[in-house]
C-alpha cells in the first residue's frame, strides 16, 4: 500500500472521501506486484519482478529521487507540492489484514492502468487527478475514407486552491463529444479512422470534483463552446471501481450531459482491465450513448479490445480492435477494424511522438458499400505542468 491517509466525511450521507490535503505517506512494503514493475518502467533498465521496492529506492541517486516521489525535474514547470497517485485510496486506522489485502491487491491493477492511460494520452486519468496539467498535441491523419486531416488538440485543468482545491478551470480544444459527452475512444491523442474529430470547438467550463481517486468519485461542471452566441453545456460524472481478482479491476463511469443546442443525453462507460504480466495489460471498454440529438438513431455503441505493452526506455505499443455503431440507423454497424499505435517519448520528458497505423471498413450509409479503409497518422504531444509523473512516466 502507497499511502495512508484521512478521510473526510460528508455531513448528510456519512460517506467517506479522500482528502487529499491531509493524506500522509508511509514506507511501501516489500511486496512485488505487477504494477511495481510497470511504475520503474521509466528508468532505463526494468528491473526484476522479484526486487523489493525498497531495495530499488535505495539504490537511485538523489538526482531521480523528485520522479520517484512523483514530482517532474524542475525544468517542467515545477513540481507539484505533495502530488498523490490517483490509486491510493484512504483506510480507517483500525483497517485489519484482510482490509489492507484488499486495498493492495486494487492498487495493483490500477496503476498499470493508470501508467497506461496517461502514456497513451488517455482522458480516463483526467476523471480522477485535481491538479493543474495540460496536454497540446498537433497530429495528422489520412485515410481512404475521409482524406487527410490535421488536428490541433488542447486539455487543460487549473484547479482553484481558494476553492478547496476542489475547484478547476478546464480549457479544451477538440471534438465536444470528447470533452462533454465522453464519447472517447482507447486513445485520443491521435483522432484516427473510428474517432474522427466531427464537430471542433473550442470550450471552457468550471467544474467541482468530490474525491480525487480511480476508485469512487463524482464530479460536477458547467461551460460553454465558445462561439457566437455562445453555447452553454452542464455535465455530471460518476466513476466506481471494484477489484474483480488480484489482476482484474472493473471501472463503472456513467455521465449524463445537457447542451443547449442538442438537449439531454447520457453516456455509460464499462472497463475491465486485466494484467497478463509486467509488462503486459489486455482492456475491454464497452460505452453506450443516448440523448436527444436528432444525429443519433437510438443508442450509439462502441467496443473496444485493447493490448497494452511496455518497453524500457520510455516505449509503449497499444493494438486496439473496435466495433461501432447505432441500433435504430439504416446500417447498424457503421464500422470495424483494428490498429496499431507506437508511442515513445523524444528529447524530454513531457514531449511525445506517436504514429499509427490502421485497417477498417466502414459503412454509415445504406448506398455505401462496405471498402477496405487504410489509414496512417503521426503526431506530437506536450504536456505542460506540474504535471503528476505516474500521469507520463
Given at each position: 500500500m502507497a499511502g495512508v491517509g484521512c478521510a473526510t466525511q460528508d455531513s448528510t450521507s456519512g460517506e467517506h472521501w479522500p482528502d487529499d490535503d491531509r493524506r500522509t505517506t508511509v514506507a511501501r512494503p516489500s511486496i512485488t506486484t505487477p504494477a511495481n514493475a510497470a511504475i520503474v518502467a521509466d528508468t532505463q533498465t526494468r528491473p526484476q519482478p522479484s526486487a523489493p521496492i525498497e531495495d530499488l529506492s535505495a539504490d537511485r541517486s538523489a538526482e531521480t529521487a523528485p520522479a520517484e516521489a512523483g514530482i517532474l525535474p524542475d525544468e517542467i514547470g515545477g513540481g507539484a507540492e505533495n502530488p498523490q497517485s490517483p490509486c491510493v485510496e484512504p483506510m480507517e486506522?483500525?483497517?485489519?489484514?484482510?482490509?489492507?489485502?484488499?486495498?493492495?491487491?486494487y492498487k495493483t491493477v490500477c496503476d498499470t492502468a493508470v501508467w497506461f492511460d496517461g502514456f497513451f494520452g488517455s482522458n480516463r486519468y483526467d476523471a480522477a487527478s485535481g491538479k493543474t496539467y495540460g496536454r497540446l498535441g498537433l497530429s495528422g491523419f489520412r485515410d481512404q475514407y475521409d482524406g487527410f486531416d490535421m488536428k490541433l488538440r488542447l486539455r487543460a485543468k487549473f484547479e482553484l486552491p481558494a476553492l478547496e482545491d476542489r475547484a478547476a478551470l478546464m480549457i479544451g480544444r477538440g471534438d465536444e463529444k470528447?470533452?462533454?459527452e465522453e464519447r472517447k475512444t482507447p486513445s485520443d491523442s491521435i483522432p484516427s479512422n473510428f474517432n474522427q474529430i466531427e464537430d471542433e470547438a473550442f470550450l471552457i467550463g468550471l467544474g467541482y470534483q468530490r474525491g480525487n481517486g480511480?476508485?469512487?468519485?463524482?464530479?460536477?461542471s458547467v461551460g460553454a463552446k465558445i462561439r457566437a452566441p455562445p453555447e452553454p453545456y452542464a455535465k455530471v460524472r460518476y466513476r466506481r471501481a471494484w477489484d474483480l481478482s488480484n489482476s482484474t479491476l472493473l471501472q463503472l463511469r456513467p455521465v449524463g450531459y445537457w447542451k443547449s443546442e442538442e438537449g439531454f443525453g447520457s453516456t455509460l462507460h464499462v472497463d475491465i482491465d486485466r494484467l497478463l504480466s509486467d509488462d503486459y495489460m489486455l482492456r475491454w471498454t464497452s460505452s453506450g450513448n443516448i440523448s436527444e440529438d436528432k444525429e443519433i438513431e437510438g443508442l450509439a455503441w462502441t467496443n473496444w479490445l485493447s493490448l497494452y505493452h511496455a518497453f524500457a526506455d520510455r516505449r509503449a505499443i497499444s493494438y486496439h480492435a473496435f466495433v461501432l455503431g447505432e441500433t435504430r440507423a439504416?446500417?447498424?454497424?457503421?464500422?470495424y477494424g483494428v490498429e496499431v499505435r507506437y508511442r515513445r517519448r523524444i528529447a524530454r520528458q513531457w514531449l511525445f511522438f506517436e504514429i499509427v497505423s490502421s485497417v477498417s471498413w466502414p459503412r454509415y450509409l445504406i448506398e455505401e458499400n462496405r471498402d477496405i479503409n487504410w489509414g496512417f497518422g503521426a503526431g506530437f504531444e506536450m504536456y505542460f505542468g506540474p504535471v503528476p509523473d505516474a500521469q507520463i512516466r
Open positions: 486506522g483500525t483497517a485489519n489484514w484482510l482490509d489492507r489485502s484488499q486495498t493492495q491487491v470528447d470533452f462533454i480511480l476508485k469512487r468519485g463524482i464530479s460536477f439504416d446500417v447498424k454497424t457503421q464500422n
